[in-house]
């Protein structure tokens, strides 16, 4: 079936009926395609991105449960490491000594530095210092002796039973030349916990 093209410039478009079927048909398949290409554009155009929307949430979503699962998997050793860290954190506490433990506490200080054999120049403790939770109490010391007995005295601080931390050493020899200086800060700790009940 040839259609002349001059036959086509000859179609009357108030008569549709009398046009060729061919003509006939490549109108409606064009209409056709006007119509779908529309219905495309006003409506699965629209519904194509907000699947793509869609689509990108589940994944968000499906990370985050990935998350959470993991961690309810291991809540068990969550729980039981919490209850590490709590009874840690309680042994730590009790090395910390309350208001009244501390002037023996900075007896032990001094009598350590004195059973190292090493010999006071200054023991001066220092204003407490408040942190959220604790207190520091400095104390500046200086002590005359070897290097053999201020190891000595540094070791038998860390082996007392409440934490006490040597800050800001120095070690010089004394004017004479016999005996060496060591000066730093000795820090002791106490905890808040009886001031925020007040």
């Not at 079936?1 to 060729?20: A, C, H, Q, T, Y």
């Not at 006939?24 to 209409?31: D, G």
Request: hydrophobic share 40%; glycine share 6%.
């Amino acid at each position: 079936m040839n259609v002349n093209l001059e036959k086509l410039n000859e179609l009357d478009v108030s008569n549709i009926g009398d046009w060729p079927i061919v003509v006939k048909a490549v109108v409606v398949v064009f209409a056709c395609a006007l119509v779908v290409g529309a219905w495309y554009y006003f409506d699965t155009q629209q519904q194509l991105a907000q699947l793509d929307s869609v689509e990108r949430e589940e994944i968000t979503l499906k990370k985050d449960f990935e998350k959470k699962q993991a961690k309810a998997a291991n809540l068990d050793a969550y729980r039981e490491q919490l209850e590490e860290m709590r009874q840690s954190f309680g042994a730590m506490l009790r090395q910390l000594p309350d208001k009244t433990e501390v002037a023996s506490l900075l007896v032990d200080v001094s009598q350590t530095g004195l059973a190292a054999g090493l010999e006071f120049e200054l023991f001066r403790p220092q204003p407490e210092n408040k942190k959220e939770f604790y207190a520091e109490l400095p104390i500046n010391i200086r002590v005359l002796g070897e290097y053999h007995q201020f190891g000595q005295f540094v070791s038998g601080l860390a082996a007392l039973p409440r934490i006490v931390t040597v800050h800001d050493v120095t070690i010089e020899p004394q004017k004479d030349g016999k005996k060496l200086v060591m000066a730093a800060i000795a820090k002791t700790y106490r905890y808040l916990e009886e001031e925020k009940g007040k």
